[in-house]
């Protein structure tokens, strides 16, 4: 099984899962066609499906195309408003593609039909991988646009934190050193925090993604999963665990981005003067 991270649009990430043996292959998230298909001549596989973790446009947008451009490609998700969508799923299904297995864990919260896929081989050395699309992001979680804090605690503690500890978090953005600022916010002598930080912000620099992550490594570092540790209770202020993550959510949303440093040539044209004549008044 290999996993292509593609990135698209400000800072989505859509997925394609080969099947190497059968060079067959399932999309996750196929937000952009011409990128999904460049990559699949590319690799020379045959797209079977496409798994779709919720219906929001920059995670379901191309669905419709692809459907029409590859005949008998099947769709999946959990939510009616998915297009293009030819199987529903439910929590606990499994499907197989090739020697692919993927079970289907109903995370509702982010979106009320939002899906992550847990994805493994049989007797495989690998270890498994999660996509987790909107709701489990690389050091934090996803917004509650269409549920609760009591959903998202049972989505991360009951469905998705007990999965293997090796399995590899396949996000559905790249929004990973913001939410390890927020981290550090949180726990300002986490030692985990400040490296996971400081390796983020180096893979930036290099224009690299920084998925996967892996499931033992965001009990180390993601504060919605750390939601019993003391100095986490202690910024929130509560101490049932519910209580905590939904104050931690409150606090991420209103987290603000530092200030943008000025661009130096921008300064530079302020400088000499060259904006002036269209700062003068009339």
């Known amino acids: 099984m290999k996993v292509k991270v593609i990135s698209v649009l400000e ?15 399932v999309a996750v998230d196929a937000a952009v066609p011409k990128r999904l298909l460049e990559i699949i001549r590319k690799e020379d596989v045959v797209l079977r499906a496409i798994l779709t973790t919720h219906h929001h446009w920059d995670h ?34 499994e499907l ?13 919260c982010h979106t009320s039909g939002h899906m992550c896929y847990f994805m493994w081989e049989d007797d495989s050395p690998d270890a498994p991988a999660l996509f987790s699309g909107d709701t489990l992001f690389v050091g934090g979680c996803g917004q509650f646009f269409e549920g609760t804090a009591e959903q998202m605690y049972t989505n991360l503690t009951q469905i998705l934190g007990a999965l293997p500890k090796d399995t590899k978090v396949f996000c559905g953005h790249e929004c990973t050193i913001r939410n390890l600022k927020f981290a550090l916010k949180v726990e300002p002598e986490n030692e985990i925090v400040k490296e996971k930080l400081a390796w983020a912000k180096q893979r ?43 104050t931690l959510r409150t606090e991420r949303d209103n987290f603000k ?17 060259l904006f002036s004549p269209f700062l003068e008044k009339k």
């Open 11 to 25: 800072d989505n990430y859509m997925y394609l899962v080969i099947e190497e043996s059968t060079r067959d292959a």
């Open 257 to 273: 981005k530092p200030k943008e440093r000025p661009n130096p040539p921008a300064m530079l044209a302020f400088d000499w003067g």
């Open 60 to 93: 379901a947008r191309g669905n419709e195309e692809l459907a029409r451009l590859c005949p008998g490609l099947r769709v999946f998700g959990a939510d009616q408003r998915i297009g293009a969508l030819t199987d529903t799923v439910t929590h606990g299904q």
């Open 204 to 246: 930036d620099d290099e224009d690299l993604p920084t998925v996967p992550s892996t499931l033992q490594e965001e009990f180390l570092y993601n504060p919605f999963l750390r939601v019993m540790e003391e100095p986490v209770q202690r910024f929130t202020g509560q101490t049932d665990p519910v209580e905590v993550l939904r």
């Open 96 to 108: 197989t593609f090739g020697a692919i297995r993927v079970r289907c864990l109903f995370t509702p």
